[in-house]
């Protein structure tokens, strides 16, 4: 009768096998996060140029609310004229 | 100073008569009177040119025309009109523009203002066949570096005849840039330079005009290389003049230096750890390795002024990556960046000091000659760079400033966010750079005495740069010097408000004011009132008949 502590441990062979397969999954896992962290960058670059476009349009709206909030305190409901006056023109358009 | 004759030079070739007749009245409505108009019919076929000058010359007597007997180029009659001319300033005139009514009477004004001033540029903007106005470009005062890869100038340029007859007028070579190359090589020797900052002059746009559309003249674009190019040669700038490959009345200086002189690299750092490209690193190891890998620099050291505490391992991996080239100098007592960096300043050997955050990443080989190219020449204290986040997006494209206050122009923009009139692809010249990338030689870093520790933590940088400036020297940005900054995009910069009212309180004489803004601009952007900046009233009547005199 064999000994079952023996005969279950893995035969020298298939230790190197095991050893060479864990080193090919660990170089395959490594690959794939080096794969998702470019990915990553290239998203980041994607996000970075459309979080660059919104700064150029807050820039502009926040001159454009600058300039309505003077022209508001010179003249006391200019805002209220002007978005009567487009809502008019919509409508004209409908 | 007596009110100066100016001589309009305008060569003339087949103008449709409708444009020509508005160019001439535009002339003739000045309200300032001593001009005279120099006008060369260059060949023109088409009879009613012809018809039309001799008409406009007989009506007044300020005109004056010839005819050349056949077509030489716009050239041959510039030149032409140049020897007709007998003000004591020729202001260059297309046969397709026009002037704004008041354009001589202001230019007259700035000229008493500044009697010395050799030549004088005003802003000008476009019109279209209906008359209607558009692009303006307002521009800022005399900025040599913009000069050289922008003819930023252009119109209305107003030039002391006696120096351009000294430079031998237009250059027959360079036609399509005659007028770039014209005032490089005049205001090489010029004693003095003015910018009036208002819309003077309007550029017609025509099909044929280099104003409509840039690939109508491709043929100026190499003469204006060719003219920058030939100036660098001039003046012992060591650089390659290159058209930008988009835009090609863009253009880039790239370096050749003859010598590389020493060069110290002074980083302060306390080893902090952030993350990079969505990985934690070591900072002062990702900025001193790429430093090391990226450069194609010889000459330099790299001096890293550390805090006490700093893990020794940081050190370690310092040494292994820098060898011979790292210097360690250690720092006590509590955080001052000013005294960091003048520490290592003292210590370092370098004909050129280049202050460097630790957050910083080197991205081009070029990037010391780049900045060496500029430190080199006398009349330049400090050089700065682009500066991206990791994303891409600007940080820095140089600092303006707005009622004594400085701020970074296009900040968090998008990368390829050209600027105002391509603002972030010209090299400039502003009032200061930030000092997470600076050069300046050591003589000038001693002579104005290091950064002030005054400002331990913000603006010793500005300080430095507006001391530099009051010495006389220039502080340039290079957009084709470009860098990673890992500064946190959502960091506030945390200013005091000692800070801002201690820098207002020493600069309030010299940065009320940014001479490389416009009146027109808030932080490199046009105003909202700016389109209208063209139909600004006309001078007041005493101003508009002061220096009137008839020729």
Same mark, same amino acid.
């Given at each position: ?94 | ?72 180029? %716009? ?21 397709? @523009?026009?002037? =704004? &009514? ?20 005003? @802003? ?6 209906? !008359? ?5 470009? /307002? ?28 430079? !031998? !007028?237009? @250059? ?22 003015? =910018?009036? &900052? ?43 003049? $290159? ?14 230096? $003859? ?50 505490? %700093? ?64 430190? $080199? ?6 050089? !700065? ?23 970074? *122009? ?45 400002? &331990? ?27 990673? =900054? ?29 001479? /490389?803004?416009? &009146? ?18 006309? *001078? ?12």
């Amino acid at each position: 009768m064999s000994d079952p502590t023996t005969s279950a441990e893995p035969s020298p062979g298939a230790e190197e096998s095991t050893d060479t397969e864990l080193r090919e999954k660990l170089a395959r896992q490594d690959a794939e996060i080096l794969r998702l962290r470019d990915l990553l960058i290239s998203k980041d670059v994607e996000l970075g140029a459309a979080k660059g476009r919104l700064a150029e349009l807050d820039d502009r709206s926040a001159r454009l609310a600058s300039l309505a909030a003077r022209i508001e305190n010179r003249v006391p409901g200019f805002g209220r004229l002007v978005g009567a006056a487009v809502r008019a023109m919509r409508s004209q358009r409908r | 100073m007596a009110a100066p004759r100016f001589s309009i030079l305008t060569p003339v070739y087949e103008t449709p008569a409708e444009v020509l007749r508005k160019t001439l009245r535009s002339v003739r409505r000045q309200s300032y009177g001593d001009w005279e108009l120099c006008l060369v019919d260059d060949g023109s076929r088409q009879p009613q040119v012809r018809a039309l000058l001799e008409k406009a010359a007989a009506e007044d007597a300020r005109i004056r025309v010839e005819h050349r007997a056949q077509n030489g180029g %716009i050239v041959e009659a510039s030149n032409d009109a140049l020897a007709m001319a007998r003000g004591e300033f020729v202001a260059l005139l297309d046969h397709d @523009d026009e002037l =704004h &009514p008041d354009a001589l009477a202001l230019v007259a004004e700035a000229l008493e203002a500044n009697p010395e001033a050799d030549y004088l540029y005003t @802003d000008e903007d476009k019109i279209d066949g209906r !008359g209607r106005h558009s692009a303006a470009f /307002f521009k800022p005062d005399w900025s040599p570096e913009r000069m050289r890869t922008q003819m930023y100038t252009c119109h209305l340029s107003v030039l002391r005849r006696s120096l351009v007859e000294e430079v !031998g !007028g237009f @250059d027959p070579g360079l036609a399509g840039a005659q007028d770039w190359d014209l005032v490089l090589k005049v205001t090489e020797r010029a004693r003095a330079i003015v =910018h009036v &900052p208002r819309v003077l002059y309007h550029w017609r746009m025509l099909d044929s005009s280099a104003a409509s559309a840039a690939e109508a003249k491709p043929w100026a674009f190499e003469a204006g290389r060719r003219a920058v190019q030939a100036h660098c040669e001039r003046i012992g700038l060591p650089a390659e003049v $290159e058209l930008d490959g988009a835009d090609p009345g863009v253009l880039h200086l790239q370096p050749k230096l $003859e010598r590389q002189p020493p060069v110290s690299i002074v980083i302060p750092t306390g080893g902090q750890v952030r993350d990079v490209r969505f990985e934690p690193v070591v900072l002062i190891a990702n900025c001193v390795r790429s430093i090391i890998e990226r450069s194609s620099y010889e000459n330099y050291e790299i001096v890293v002024v550390v805090d006490e505490g %700093i893990d020794p391992e940081t050190i370690e991996e310092l040494r292994a990556i820098a060898g011979e080239r790292l210097r360690i100098v250690e720092f006590e007592g509590e955080f001052d960046f000013s005294a960091k960096v003048n520490r290592g300043v003292v210590q370092s050997r370098g004909e050129h000091v280049l202050l460097l955050n630790d957050d910083i990443e080197v991205t081009a080989p070029e990037w010391l000659q780049r900045m060496v190219m500029y430190s $080199e020449r006398e009349e330049i204290g400090v050089v !700065g760079g682009r500066l991206v986040w990791g994303d891409g997006r600007l940080q820095h494209v140089g600092v303006s400033f707005e009622n004594g206050l400085p701020g970074h *122009l296009y900040r968090g923009f998008a990368g390829d966010f050209p600027g105002y009139m391509n603002a972030v692809l010209i090299a400039r010249n502003c009032l200061a750079v930030t000092g997470a990338c600076l050069m300046t030689r050591r003589d000038v870093f001693q002579e104005v005495g290091g950064l002030t520790t005054e400002f &331990p933590v913000n603006f010793n940088d500005v300080d430095y740069c507006l001391k530099v400036h009051r010495s006389g020297r220039r502080i340039v940005y290079d957009p084709d010097l470009i860098l990673y =900054h890992f500064e946190s995009s959502s960091r506030s910069p945390e200013v005091e408000k000692w800070e801002f009212e201690l820098l207002t309180e020493r600069w309030r004489r010299f940065a009320a004011v940014d001479p /490389f803004g416009n &009146p027109n601009l808030h932080r490199g952007v046009p105003r909202l009132s700016a389109p209208l900046a063209w139909a600004r009233r006309r *001078l007041p009547r005493p101003l508009r008949l002061a220096g009137s005199r008839r020729g």
